[in-house]
């Protein structure tokens, strides 16, 4: 597996590619600004590796405390954190519970202070709304923070792959040698 400035590298020297071919592919610098953002967030914040205690988890400073039961509930490069599609949706899903929460919260909290009135059924359809308008840069997003989660299990894969082939080659070269001098 490889360390985690190793993952930080390649996303950072491939986010520049990946934002451009988003740029030419939307035909729009909103859409490549969008999808280079999400694709570096993903690399660098929200990788497949939030279920163990590596850079991705410890970036998250004060609020790590968030993914502790995300970190017990996933089995590390399980399909569920690191499967393509499905890991980053998890991510997603587990992650917008969190804001949801918190927002809940802070609604509530202000509607008891008097700062507006207590209207969830309104805010979600508001929301809704909001979702449906933005529903296009939304897919953008989503394709920056898969394209950054591939990226991430494409390398665990390589590079443990070719860790372990190199293994196996030194660990046969010694045996060829013994057998040439005799």
Same mark, same amino acid.
């Given at each position: 597996?490889?360390?985690?400035?190793?993952? !930080?590298?390649?996303? +950072? *020297?491939?986010?520049? /590619?990946?934002? &451009?071919?988003?740029?030419?592919? #939307?035909?729009?610098?909103?859409?490549?600004? $969008?999808?280079?953002?999400?694709?570096?967030?993903?690399?660098?914040?929200?990788?497949?590796?939030? !279920?163990?205690?590596?850079?991705?988890?410890?970036?998250?400073?004060?609020?790590?405390?968030? =993914?502790?039961?995300?970190?017990? @509930?996933?089995?590390?490069?399980?399909? =569920?954190?690191? /499967?393509?599609?499905?890991?980053?949706?998890?991510?997603?899903?587990?992650?917008? &519970?969190?804001?949801?929460?918190?927002?809940?919260? #802070?609604? =509530? +909290?202000?509607?008891?202070? #008097?700062?507006?009135? @207590?209207?969830?059924?309104? =805010?979600?359809? !508001?929301?809704?709304?909001?979702?449906?308008?933005? $529903?296009?840069? +939304?897919? *953008?997003? /989503?394709?920056? +923070?898969?394209?950054?989660?591939?990226?991430?299990?494409?390398? !665990?894969?390589?590079?443990?792959?070719?860790?372990? *082939?190199?293994?196996?080659?030194?660990?046969?070269?010694?045996?060829?040698?013994?057998?040439? %001098? %005799?």
């Amino acid at each position: 597996m490889p360390l985690g400035s190793t993952h !930080d590298r390649i996303t +950072l *020297w491939t986010a520049p /590619g990946i934002t &451009l071919a988003a740029g030419l592919l #939307g035909n729009s610098t909103t859409v490549a600004l $969008a999808v280079g953002s999400a694709y570096l967030f993903s690399g660098l914040m929200f990788s497949g590796d939030l !279920d163990t205690c590596s850079r991705q988890y410890q970036r998250w400073l004060f609020l790590c405390w968030i =993914w502790l039961p995300y970190r017990k @509930w996933m089995r590390h490069r399980s399909f =569920w954190s690191h /499967g393509p599609i499905v890991g980053t949706a998890v991510r997603v899903l587990y992650l917008s &519970l969190w804001a949801g929460g918190v927002g809940l919260l #802070g609604a =509530w +909290l202000g509607s008891q202070l #008097g700062w507006w009135m @207590w209207q969830p059924w309104v =805010w979600g359809s !508001d929301l809704w709304q909001l979702l449906q308008v933005h $529903a296009e840069m +939304l897919f *953008w997003i /989503g394709m920056g +923070l898969e394209l950054g989660s591939v990226n991430h299990s494409l390398s !665990d894969w390589t590079i443990s792959r070719w860790k372990r *082939w190199r293994k196996r080659r030194q660990a046969r070269s010694p045996a060829r040698r013994l057998s040439y %001098r %005799r």
